[in-house]
């Protein structure tokens, strides 16, 4: 709870602070959307913060985006791809993109962020070369595949609970078992710590860390898809472009240590609503103009980052 | 416990959901072009105009890319605008973002259409002609034929890309054919032009010169370069002027950008293929209040106000010139 | 001439200094003994201005330098040479003399004053090369003299020597005590600091006594007996520290054969131990000792050779024949310092008392606290993080993470650096329990008091090679010095 609690306080206030200058921010509809996008970059955020957890990093999540939300509709509408085998097919590539990150990285011993920047560009790359550099999308087929985002659990006549939430909901649980009750888990934060002392303990280290790549992969595949059914319209150029930043802010705000071995499930997907809570006051508030939103999102980010390297270092002594 | 905690919070944010009402404030009117340029900086001048003469509020928003621009009318939405004018990037995969657009607050769609969808109006030229008519200047420029290399931000819209496909087949000779699609990189080849490439920047200007500069490197025998977004004009000349090359090969040019209209009063740009942005704009806020204020009957039978595309060559590139400037003074 | 007086200083912890003193006069050589984590290293790098003590005062010449930096220290004449040489091998001998304070003239590095002067403080030290050899060409001792013509070069009026002796040969350390009576004649101090009773002893004026982060005492030429210094390292008689009992040995536990490490791929190091052995290897720093370990655990595989039948490739195989390892580096390679001591205590054995893919909590719990009775670790409880543990705690949650497996080898290097006295008599209470219990034991250490106090039989390291092999019956001082530093025939 103390791991978070500082972030969950953020949360908070920014959610009083912005109901109380935005007119429209406790509308059903607004409400909505801010559960739908924390969802999707929540994902992304879980997913990133595995990495993070064992001390690496991973660049290329905004590319496996672009892969996943362009490859499946052009399987789909340009190849009569079945939805089902374009999504087994998405997911399948997405892993492997997880265990060829996680083989260059421990076994040929480059940086992951070496490795991770050449995904960077490779998947967004070949993106653009088999779609032609063309936008992809379901056009106003394939409603029911699209429900999976753009349904609602309705509550009550004016308000549902996003399809996209309920999934962030149940990715998260089952992130949080496996980091704080699987053996797995325990090893992550391990090697994440000291990587050579895990090994030392009989650790696997290799294969660890080649899973977190895997997990982060497909979590952004999972988005990736999520944010194409959402918008329907993708384009090879700039679909996902920055979205891996979005996610290691989301899971630095959430309490995940860039040196690797700490984070919390619960404390990333705080951190990934704070950033949408932040875009959506920029938006509501009229003084604040839009265009200084990086402005806005990168100071709260700074100001958080210090605030919790302050608290550590008085807890330290 | 803890998820129980936040659980709760979450959730019990939600019992006010709802409580916010619209407070007492003039009309809202927004207008979400598909990216930044000069070309939507004039457009946005005829809302703002409209929107005074009206005495609403106007909202003009510029997203990053077509993905955004859903997140930004969704934004306005969650403002509570009373109207919205969208481009839309990518109508065909668009559709459903308007419908839902639409079915909340009036909607109509400047530049480009989205046919399918239940916009009320649609404000703005067909691409395709306006395109076939920049194939005339070429004809004009080059009336011997020859080599001609397309530059463009990006075909991924579909604006641009009938743009370029009504150029094309306006060059090659063929029927007119909106749906037609001619990969990038082949040669089109017609009796006396052939298209040798397009080259794409992602609208990106530094990237356009660049463009131009391969393209001169690449194609010793070049006629014509048609630039056919906005900005890509002036950096053929640019690139052209480094090189010593202009009056050598002939440029062809789209919209108004200054440089542009700089380069055709020097002669150094044959002509360009202007739309009316300024109408699109002040149009598209008048009809939004009329729909919002439940007048319907100022829709046109068949949902289009066509703004015509001119063509504005050496002679009266000036007269252009001095009304845009009025235009955008006040 | 300098003064240190009521020196405290702590580290997340630890209380490494509880309030020392140390005086040093004109031309005086003082030795400054103790065991590891006695507070030695850490009181030199307060009087060179590295660190700041807590508490106390320091003076130099009547000067206060409680709060000095490295460069006011060096200005005050106190220069530190350490035991890991602070010299960049790539650059000429001259460079290195004058690095960082390069004479200049025009904005350009005066070469020739470099050759000058430098020439005149080689010869000060005895060392007879010209200044523009490359460091690396020079030999470790050679390297040593150039560190103190250094500091000579700096004006430094009292030169602190870190274990300068722990990596050289016989004929180098002869040659560095030449270089040190003379700095003593032309007036100049030595702070020498080793573990060499025996050279403390043919050096020193006086030898200053640490332990546990106080002064133990202090002894003149007279009193510098072998058992006296020993005596007041240990605080009590050695042999109450060492308490070893004789039991008959089992079968061979651990059989290395051929064993080339990739430090020493043509050196073959073969070796036995049976159960309920304790086994030493001693040697100097750079020997090769810790390789072997490594080499033998399978965390730096060995380039050829077999541990049993086979080459352990990974610490996981290793484990797997019973094998278990306490590394040097307990911090780095041991413990993860953000994991809470339950945490720790259960890692290496997790996955073999996993449900499914579940940690076994209640399983946990329990080995937990069985093992801090067992071991007596003190922690404020099972969630505290290592981190916050003292040196002595933490190296019995790395046994004790061990002990979860019952290895029936224990390899252990260095296994009571940086531990207080009491830690260090509990860790050898510890080995001699497991030995009768019929593990066998492995250990590499630089204290020869330990060495010789703990092993049964003793494998002297020199260059990568086992240079020979004592019985208790032959132990010594000088015989594990000879087969350190000599060839044998």
Not at chain 2, 87 to 100: K, S
Not at chain 3, 397 to 409: E, F, G, R, T
Request: net charge negative; charged share 20%; aromatic share 6%.
């Amino acid at each position: 709870m103390k791991k978070f609690l500082g972030i969950l306080v953020t949360l908070v206030l920014l959610y009083i602070l912005t109901s109380i200058i935005g007119d429209n921010f406790l509308s059903a509809y607004n409400q909505e959307q801010l559960l739908k996008r924390t969802a999707l970059y929540g994902l992304l955020a879980i997913g990133v913060s595995f990495v993070i957890i064992t001390g690496g990093i991973d660049l290329s999540i905004g590319s496996v985006v672009c892969l996943v939300g362009c490859g499946v509709p052009w399987l789909i509408t340009q190849h009569q791809w079945p939805p089902v085998m374009a999504v087994i097919a998405a997911f399948l590539v997405a892993m492997m993109i997880g265990l060829w990150h996680g083989f260059l990285i421990t076994k040929v011993k480059l940086q992951p962020f070496v490795v991770t920047l050449c995904g960077l560009l490779m998947y967004r790359g070949a993106t653009r070369g088999f779609t032609e550099d063309k936008t992809q999308g379901f056009g106003i087929t394939h409603s029911e595949l699209r429900e999976l985002a753009t349904g609602k659990l309705q509550l009550t006549e004016q308000f549902g609970l996003p399809v996209p939430f309920l999934l962030l909901l149940i990715a998260g649980a089952f992130a949080w078992i496996f980091l704080n009750k699987t053996v797995w888990g325990r090893y992550l934060f391990a090697l994440g710590n000291n990587e050579e002392a895990a090994r030392l303990s009989g650790i696997h280290t290799d294969r660890m860390v080649t899973l977190s790549y895997v997990i982060c992969s497909s979590l952004a595949a999972l988005g990736g898809l999520l944010f194409i059914l959402d918008g329907n319209s993708a384009q090879p150029s700039d679909f996902g472009n920055f979205y891996e930043l979005y996610a290691i802010a989301a899971a630095v705000l959430g309490g995940c240590s860039l040196r690797g071995g700490s984070g919390t499930v619960i404390g990333v997907v705080i951190g990934a609503a704070v950033m949408q809570v932040l875009k959506n006051m920029i938006n509501l508030a009229d003084w604040l103009k839009s265009h200084l939103e990086f402005l806005v999102v990168g100071g709260v980010l700074l100001v958080a980052v210090i605030a919790d390297e302050l608290v550590k270092r008085r807890v330290r002594k | 416990m803890k998820i129980v905690i936040i659980t709760a919070v979450f959730l019990g944010t939600f019992l006010f959901t709802g409580c916010g009402e619209k407070k007492d404030q003039p009309e809202t009117y927004a207008l979400v072009p598909p990216s930044v340029s000069n070309f939507w900086e004039i457009c946005r001048k005829g809302g703002a105009d409209a929107a005074v003469e009206l005495g609403v509020e106007f909202e003009f928003v510029t997203p990053e890319s077509i993905t955004d621009q859903k997140v930004k009318v969704e934004d306005l939405l969650s403002k509570g605008v009373q109207g919205i004018a969208i481009a839309p990037g990518d109508p065909a995969n668009q559709t459903g973002l308007i419908n839902d657009v639409a079915s909340r607050v009036p909607l109509v769609t400047v530049d480009t259409d989205a046919p399918e969808s239940q916009r009320k109006v649609f404000i703005g030229i067909d691409n395709y002609e306006a395109g076939w008519l920049a194939g005339d200047l070429v004809r004009e420029a080059a009336p011997e034929g020859g080599e001609v290399v397309i530059f463009i931000g990006n075909i991924s819209q579909l604006n641009s890309r009938q743009r370029r496909q009504g150029l094309i087949d306006n060059l090659v000779g063929r029927e007119k054919d909106s749906s037609r699609y001619d990969v990038p990189g082949e040669v089109v080849k017609g009796d006396r032009y052939s298209i040798l490439d397009t080259l794409l920047d992602g609208v990106d200007a530094p990237k356009a010169k660049a463009n131009a500069a391969d393209a001169l490197t690449k194609h010793q025998n070049l006629s014509v370069m048609v630039g056919l977004f906005d900005y890509n004009a002036g950096q053929i000349l640019e690139e052209l002027k480094q090189a010593n090359k202009v009056g050598e090969i002939q440029i062809v040019s789209f919209d108004e950008h200054a440089n542009t209209l700089a380069g055709i009063k020097e002669g150094s740009i044959y002509g360009t293929v202007v739309q009316n942005p300024y109408q699109y704009g002040y149009q598209a806020v008048k009809m939004l209040h009329r729909l919002s204020e439940g007048d319907h009957s100022a829709i046109p039978e068949n949902g289009v106000i066509e703004i015509p595309a001119r063509i504005i060559k050496k002679d009266h590139v000036e007269e252009f010139q001095r009304d845009l400037e009025t235009k955008l003074a006040n | 001439m300098l003064t240190a007086h009521g020196i405290i200083k702590s580290f997340p912890g630890v209380m490494a200094l509880k309030g020392v003193s140390l005086e040093v006069g004109r031309g005086e050589v003082v030795s400054l003994i103790g065991e590891n984590g006695a507070g030695k290293s850490t009181l030199m790098k307060i009087l060179s201005g590295i660190q700041n003590p807590d508490e106390g005062e320091v003076e130099m010449e009547g000067k206060s330098l409680s709060a000095a930096s490295v460069t006011e220290a060096q200005t005050a004449g106190l220069a530190l040479i350490h035991q890991e040489l602070n010299l960049a091998d790539n650059l000429s001998v001259g460079a290195n003399i004058f690095l960082g304070r390069e004479p200049c003239r025009f904005g350009w590095i005066d070469q020739k004053k470099i050759r000058q002067e430098s020439a005149k403080y080689l010869s000060k030290v005895g060392l007879k090369v010209p200044p523009e050899t490359l460091l690396s060409e020079l030999s470790l001792g050679q390297q040593q003299l150039v560190e103190i013509a250094k500091a000579l070069s700096t004006r430094a009026k009292i030169i602190i020597m870190d274990e300068p002796s722990s990596s050289l040969s016989q004929g180098e350390v002869e040659m560095l005590f030449e270089v040190i009576r003379e700095l003593r004649k032309g007036g100049i101090s030595v702070i020498y600091i080793s573990h060499r009773l025996a050279e403390v002893q043919e050096l020193s004026d006086r030898v200053v006594v640490f332990r546990d982060g106080e002064n133990a005492g202090e002894l003149g030429p007279e009193e510098m007996s072998h058992e006296a210094m020993v005596r007041l390292m240990v605080g009590r008689d050695v042999s109450q520290l060492y308490q070893r009992t004789a039991h008959d040995l089992g079968e061979t536990a651990l059989a290395v054969n051929g064993l080339r490490t990739q430090a020493n791929p043509y050196e073959e190091v073969n070796l036995e131990l049976r159960a309920g052995e304790i086994v030493g290897i001693a040697g100097l720093v750079g020997a090769g000792r810790s390789e072997v370990l490594e080499a033998i655990f399978g965390m730096t595989p060995a380039v050829a050779g077999k541990v049993h039948s086979e080459l352990p490739k990974s610490p996981r195989e290793a484990m797997a024949m019973g094998l278990a390892f306490v590394p040097e580096d307990r911090k780095a390679k041991g413990l993860i310092l953000d994991l809470n001591v339950e945490q720790n205590t259960s890692l290496a054995s997790l996955g073999e008392n996993a449900k499914g893919p579940f940690v076994n909590r209640s399983h946990e719990v329990a080995l937990c606290e069985e093992m801090t009775e067992a071991l007596a670790i003190k922690t404020p409880g099972p969630w505290q993080k290592a981190r916050f543990l003292s040196g002595g705690n933490q190296q019995k949650i790395i046994l004790a993470k061990w002990l979860a497996l019952s290895p029936s080898v224990l390899l252990l290097d260095e296994p009571t650096r940086g531990v207080d006295i009491g830690s260090k008599e509990e860790i050898y209470q510890l080995m001699e329990k497991f030995a009768r219990e019929g593990m066998a034991i492995l250990f590499v250490s630089s204290e020869l008091e330990e060495i010789m106090g703990m092993a049964d039989r003793v494998l002297v390291m020199r260059e990568g090679r086992l240079n020979g092999a004592l019985d208790r019956s032959q132990f010594s001082e000088q015989a594990i010095m000879d087969l350190a530093t000599k060839t044998q025939s």
